[in-house]
């Protein structure tokens, strides 16, 4: 009697909030480093386990190619596909594009961010926050989520890419109704597409000292349109993942008891509870995708040519043949696949400004809320529903009332 070949795995479902580090160990061991899984509507791809062979995927941009006019499915995918946002076809923003062309434009993605003040956008993201907590600080109990986390990287980055602080809240709005994908959605789509063009014609007429100025300066050719969808590209990735790194460090804080003496002292162990998120609770947990031009071997599985391979950023971080011992802290070990790998991965100048979002919003809420305690149990606090982004629904906190502080800091 032959035992049947293991099912493909839908890629969603309540496993990936509630238990994804057991599922992926599942999926290790019935498929191996790469297990075949099924999206929206029954569409097959690869999703990437193992840690080695996500580096080899990564780091062959010309085998797994980021062009996904490749995809040898695009026949069956509907109009309305739910996951068109996320794999989408013939976009002219940097995500699908390859080759030197993609160099080019990575390059002066870098270089305009790279020329962002380290002390302004810690000054920045420290006003934000202190305008942000002092519309909770009086309350005695918030959730930390929507009311903070969700509210102050963009904030940050609309400042520093040129818009004015009056269109930030806007802004925010905006691009939290894309992420939840509900009925404004759209709407929101059309505010920031409408706000990043408005934005490009101001500068194109006055530049000034911000990375939007600094793009236009430096297209080298590029189009107003490849412009502005850069743009529109680093403000989501910059953001969502930044909100959910500060959220999942707060929750890990909050719950974990080897940093109790981080709340009490406000700033000692942030920097580690940050790492170590990377690596246990990434922000990014998976991401579409890579796809081949020309069939392969991946893991000892047979890729044909046009297959889809999304990338398991969180399940190669906790690789047992990479992680043998997976409950260790991970202190400064900086190999997670957290910002991607490779051509492809987040320029480190955007890895820098996320940081210092992030560890600026957790630092100053520590030092404003001394007392901060979650005021929920623990084993109640839901994650959103998405196989692609790790977050918090919400992470409910009480702490003790104090003053706002106004423009005092």
């Known amino acids: 009697m032959t035992t049947p070949e293991p099912r493909p795995v839908p890629l969603g479902g309540p496993r990936f909030q509630t238990d994804p580090t057991e599922l992926y160990r599942e999926m290790r061991r019935d498929h191996g480093a790469v297990a075949p899984v099924v999206l929206d509507g029954d569409v097959p791809a690869w999703l990437v386990l193992g840690y080695r062979e996500l580096h080899q995927v990564t780091s062959d941009p010309v085998l797994f190619s980021r062009d996904s006019d490749l995809w040898n499915q695009w026949d069956r995918i509907p109009a309305d596909w739910p996951l068109l946002p996320m794999i989408g076809r013939k976009q002219p923003s940097i995500l699908y594009t390859v080759g030197e062309r993609h160099r080019e434009r990575a390059g002066v993605i870098s270089d305009a961010l790279e020329a962002i003040d380290p002390f302004e956008l810690k000054g920045h993201a420290e006003r934000f926050a202190d305008e942000l907590i002092d519309r909770l600080c009086g309350k005695g109990a918030c959730d930390i989520v929507g009311e903070y986390a969700m509210l102050l990287p963009l904030r940050v980055l609309a400042r520093i890419y040129g818009f004015s602080d009056e269109e930030g809240p806007g ?14 959605a759209l709407a929101g789509q059309q505010h920031l597409g409408g706000s990043m063009y408005a934005l490009l014609a101001a500068k194109s007429a006055a530049p000034g000292p911000d990375v939007a100025s600094r793009m236009l300066a430096n297209r080298a050719g590029f189009t107003l349109d490849e412009v502005a969808q850069d743009l529109m590209v680093m403000m989501a990735a910059g953001h969502q993942p930044t909100a959910d790194w500060i959220g999942n ?3 890990l804080m909050l719950t974990d008891d080897r940093f109790a003496a981080s709340l009490a002292g406000g700033r000692h162990s942030v920097g580690e509870a940050m790492n170590e998120v990377l690596w246990e609770d990434t922000p990014t947990q998976n991401v579409a995708g890579r796809w081949t031009s020309r069939d392969t071997t991946l893991g000892g599985c047979r890729i044909a040519r046009g297959d889809l391979l999304v990338l398991g950023l969180a399940a190669a971080n906790s690789d047992p ?14 190999a997670f696949f957290s910002f991607g790998h490779g051509e492809h991965r987040c320029p480190f100048p955007a890895q820098e400004v996320a940081e ?3 560890r600026t919003g957790i630092e100053v809420l520590l030092d404003r809320l001394p007392d901060v305690d979650l005021a929920v149990p623990a084993s109640s606090l839901a ?25 005092t800091r």
């Open 171 to 184: 802004l925010v709005t905006a691009m939290n109704d894309m992420i939840n994908g509900r009925e404004g």
């Open 249 to 251: 460090t707060l929750r």
């Open 321 to 334: 043949h990479v992680r043998t011992d997976a409950g260790a802290l991970t202190g400064g070990n900086n």
């Open 356 to 358: 210092v979002i992030a």
């Open 383 to 407: 994650r959103r529903p998405s196989p692609w982004l790790r977050g918090l629904s919400e992470l409910p906190v009480s702490y003790t009332p104090t003053p706002a502080l106004g423009a």
